[in-house]
């Protein structure tokens, strides 16, 4: 069963940064055959994509974070990376980082079966 364990978040002042961390264990297959995602969740909202990476690295945003968030991997450390600038307000939630083999539509929350427990990211004005 994979497990995934985020790390990083807290809180800033508008215009400032985080670096969010997720770490894989039990992991059957190799890591770098699963598609990774970051996914946040603000207060009476759904979940919504974030960023994604696929198996050969390429990388997606959502529009509300490009140029600013960028997600990274390194295989060596089965860890995923959210390197987050310029944060604005609205980017306050709780950050989710999920997995899966399937690769397909990579910034929809329902194709992805394992997730981590989530970490509060909150930006003040």
């Known amino acids: 069963q994979v497990q995934l364990v985020e790390s990083g978040g807290g809180s800033v002042q508008a215009g400032g940064s985080l670096r969010l961390s997720c770490a894989a264990s039990?992991?059957?297959?190799?890591?770098?055959?699963?598609?990774m995602g970051w996914f946040r969740q603000a207060p009476g909202k759904e979940r919504e994509g974030v960023a994604a990476?696929?198996?050969?690295?390429?990388?997606t945003y959502a529009d509300s974070v490009q140029g600013r968030f960028t997600i990274a991997r390194d295989t060596a450390k089965n860890t995923l990376y959210l390197q987050m600038n310029s944060l604005k307000p609205e980017d306050t939630a709780v950050y989710y980082c999920?997995?899966?083999?399937?690769?397909?539509?990579?910034?929809?929350?329902?194709?992805?079966?394992?997730w981590g427990q989530g970490t509060q990211v909150t930006v003040s004005s």
């Open positions: 990476i696929d198996r050969s690295s390429s990388t």
């Open positions: 039990g992991v059957t297959y190799s890591y770098s055959w699963y598609c």
């Open positions: 999920a997995a899966d083999r399937r690769c397909s539509w990579l910034l929809n929350p329902s194709e992805y079966r394992h």
